[in-house]
């Protein structure tokens, strides 16, 4: 007989949201998981990739020290891996992700695109 258990807080990464990307700060770590996200936005379905890391270290959000968090969600990401010749980041790629900073919108009532340079290592 088998036996299989889960719990949801053994799957729990909160997404690094553009409220935590400032110039400089990186994180480091391992793809563990992916899955599809998907954003509504003036009645327009746009899905995307997403992806969980397992970092070196951990990183402060909310209050709350994480060791494992979701990326992929930001243009300036997706632009990135874009650049980097890569159509997504796979299972077991290491990869260190650093904000180089913000480019403000032209628009108003539009946030501005987090730059990002990504490194991917893949075994």
Do not use: H
Request: contains cysteine; charged residues 30%; neutral net charge.
């Amino acid at each position: 007989m088998q036996k299989f258990e889960g719990r949801t807080v053994d799957a729990d990464a909160p997404f690094l949201g553009a409220e935590f990307w400032k110039e400089g700060e990186s994180v480091t770590g391992v793809v563990t998981k992916i899955f599809e996200t998907q954003n509504i936005k003036d009645g327009i379905v746009k899905k995307s990739k997403a992806y969980v890391l397992a970092l070196n270290g951990s990183v402060e959000i909310d209050g709350e020290e994480w060791d494992r968090v979701s990326v992929g969600s930001l243009a300036g990401f997706k632009m990135a891996l874009d650049v980097a010749k890569l159509p997504q980041l796979q299972i077991k790629d290491f990869v260190t992700i650093v904000c180089e900073g913000v480019k403000p919108s032209k628009k108003e009532n539009y946030s501005g695109r987090i730059n990002f340079k990504i490194t991917v290592e893949r075994p």
